[in-house]
């Protein structure tokens, strides 16, 4: 968003967090200087646009739009959305990029049901070319617009979806991940061949392990579960994801997941 000029406040709990945030957005910028999609110049302006917090309260002054990006968690989300609710002007929207949870509960935290939306961002943000954008009970049209005219400025296409648990995009790839972990327990092929299979023979950009090292085990947990509650045992997941979480073994976040970052490149993936 700081790219076609907005000013950005990012703001997490702790300088530690804050500063791997600077650090992704530090790796995508010189990805684009490389592929001349920006220039030096240009990525500097953008650097310049955004301004790192810890303390909620005041980088929420004066803003017109907040990004809720915290972990997975119905509860943690309720919290953030009551202070967001007291920091911020009360004309400001509030969006949610939860992946599956629902956004009318979270805007039941909230006294401006309304401006509450969810924002559902892909990744890698600055290179996936969709904003699923959720309609809670009480969203108003004027805040889906809003978010519709946001996400295009920022070079995205929308589509508008009903606030349904894992909306469209996570129950899809949900059932495509779920079934290949199934094929890896009982044992039909290596995560690997399976990865090789899916990128090659389906031509997903990524196979269903690596993606789900890439996206964070963690995450992908607790939205497995959040949809269980939803629609039940269709999208339990397996032990062997359990397992690893468990273990903190969260994907490329802690170098360990279904493959091994702290291993040789070429050893961690069968992707050619
Ligand atoms: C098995 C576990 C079961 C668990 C079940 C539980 C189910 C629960 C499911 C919930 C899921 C929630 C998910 C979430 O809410 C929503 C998601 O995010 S879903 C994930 C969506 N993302 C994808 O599917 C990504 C798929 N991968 C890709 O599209 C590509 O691989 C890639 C990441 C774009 C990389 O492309 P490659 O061609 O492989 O590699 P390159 O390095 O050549 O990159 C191409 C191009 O992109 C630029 N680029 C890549 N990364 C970045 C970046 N971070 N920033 C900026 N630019 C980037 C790169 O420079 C190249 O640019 P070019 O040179 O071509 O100009
Ligand atoms: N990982 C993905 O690929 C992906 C894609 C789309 C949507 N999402 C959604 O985005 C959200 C974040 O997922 P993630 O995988 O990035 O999680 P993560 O755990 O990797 O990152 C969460 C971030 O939130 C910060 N945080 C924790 N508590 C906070 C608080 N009280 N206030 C402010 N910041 C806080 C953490 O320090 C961390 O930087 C989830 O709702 C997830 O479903 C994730």
Known sequence: ???PGYEIHL???AEEALNKGFAGIEKSLSRFVKAKHLTEKEAEEVRSRITGFTDMETALREVDLVVEAAPENMELKKQIFHDLDRFTRPDAI????????SVTAIASATTRPERVVGMHWFNPPPVMRLVEIVRGTDTSQETIEMIMQVSEQAGKETVVVKDVQGFVTSRAIS???LECMRILEEGVASAEDIDKAVRLGLNYPMGPFELADYVGLDTMLFASDGMVEAYGDRFRAPQTLRKLVEA???GRKTGKGFYDYTKKP???SAKK
């Open 94 to 101: 509030l969006a949610t990029n939860t992946s599956e949870l």
């Open 11 to 13: 703001c997490d709990v």
């Open 1 to 3: 968003l700081a790219t």
């Open 248 to 250: 903190g073994h969260l």
């Open 175 to 177: 059932a495509h991940m």
């Open 266 to 268: 070429e050893t961690v």
